[in-house]
């Protein structure tokens, strides 16, 4: 099972936002129960062309509408980007991220607590993870 987290940057510190997101961690989760194991298979840069990967804003609300065709599109190159992921672990994703994930059958799943490290994010989140 692969799960996709997005991250500031290699630190692998949560980004929040996942539409605006500098880039996805992707796991490889191995094993069951307590035994599970999350390996790193790669850091994937957010394809998004829209955005300003040198200063992405976590807390960011856009003012655009959200239905405009290129902005739509945007948000389905990070599905393509993310295809062979089986889940996607966010704090905020906007419809548009949602529909794209749903397009390409990665499973959102919602973590509230506080801005952690991927792994840590994960284990809190695991059991949740089919």
Request: hydrophobic letters at 40%; proline letters at 4%; a negative charge.
């Amino acid at each position: 099972m692969k799960v996709a987290v997005p991250v500031k940057d290699n630190t692998m510190q949560f980004f929040g936002n996942a539409g605006h997101t500098p880039f996805f961690a992707v796991f490889t989760i191995k094993g069951a129960g307590m035994f599970r194991a999350f390996e790193l298979e790669a850091l994937r840069k957010n394809p998004r062309s829209d955005l300003d990967h040198e200063h992405p804003e976590e807390e960011h609300e856009c003012h655009h509408d959200h239905d405009d065709k290129a902005h739509v599109n945007e948000h389905f190159k990070m599905g393509k980007t993310l295809e062979d992921c089986d889940f996607i672990v966010v704090k905020r994703a906007c419809k548009n991220t949602a529909a794209a994930m749903a397009e390409y059958g990665v499973h959102i799943k919602k973590y509230s607590g506080d801005p952690a490290k991927a792994e840590a994010v994960l284990r809190s989140v695991s059991a949740q993870l089919g």
